[in-house]
């Protein structure tokens, strides 16, 4: 099984600034690594596919990267909307894993 | 755009079975893989399987013995069985599409509580 461990928890960003959420993959999963945002009570959205294509129709402010172990969601000068609890999926083995989530505050 | 929608009891008794259903509408069910994924109060996401539309599935080991997910084409529908549920399976839980290996769309959450 793959784990996946993501960093940080929780943090807190004032708007316009630039916010990195790490997850590292505890064996080499090519670039079969997608990214989430969720709000409370809501549906999860889809927003980086394959780790570095964004998903159609979401803000070019957000951007993925890595390969093989390590990723990185990037939201560049962030909103007051992006307020969310985001987190990682691994669908390149079974079982799928996801990491533990990042809660992001906007200050 | 695809919508999923998850129905089944809020409330199950210990040692029981849990039953949902996640209803898919603004697309068919036919050529996709479709996931249930549950998220314990406080913890993180724990993918528990998904069956293709023609009905072959992929279980989680660690719920294997005790899952099943089956499919419904003609109703657009897919479901779930836990069975000798204990509090631990209390979670909230999502049903989501996977396209190509990637889960791109998610039901908005069912609370399941286990409780006598």
């Known amino acids: 099984e793959t784990t996946l461990t993501q960093s940080p928890a929780f943090m807190s960003a004032t708007p316009g600034d630039k916010v990195n959420i790490s997850c590292k993959a505890s064996q080499d999963i090519d670039d079969d690594m997608n990214w989430y945002q969720q709000k409370p009570g809501e549906a999860a959205i889809f927003i980086i596919q394959?780790?570095?294509t964004l998903v159609p129709g979401i803000p070019p402010r957000f951007s993925g990267s890595g390969y093989g172990t390590d990723f990185t969601l990037t939201i560049n000068n962030i909103e007051s909307e992006d307020a969310a609890y985001y987190f990682c999926l691994q669908h390149d083995n079974f079982p799928r894993t996801f990491g533990q989530g990042t809660k992001v505050e906007i200050k | 755009q695809v919508q999923l929608q998850e129905s089944g009891p809020g409330l199950v008794k210990p040692s029981e079975t849990l039953s949902l259903t996640c209803t898919v509408s603004?697309?068919?069910?036919?050529?996709?893989?479709w996931n249930w994924i549950r998220q314990p109060p406080g913890k993180g996401l724990e993918w528990m399987g998904n069956i293709y539309y023609s009905g072959s599935t992929n279980y989680n080991p660690s719920l294997k013995s005790r899952v099943t997910i089956s499919v419904d084409t003609s109703k657009n529908r897919f479901s779930l069985n836990l069975s000798s549920v204990t509090a631990a399976d209390t979670a909230v839980y999502y049903c989501a599409r996977e396209v190509r290996g990637n889960v791109d769309s998610w039901g908005q959450g069912t609370l399941v509580t286990v409780s006598s």
């Open positions: 603004g697309g068919s069910i036919s050529s996709y893989y």
């Open positions: 394959e780790a570095t």
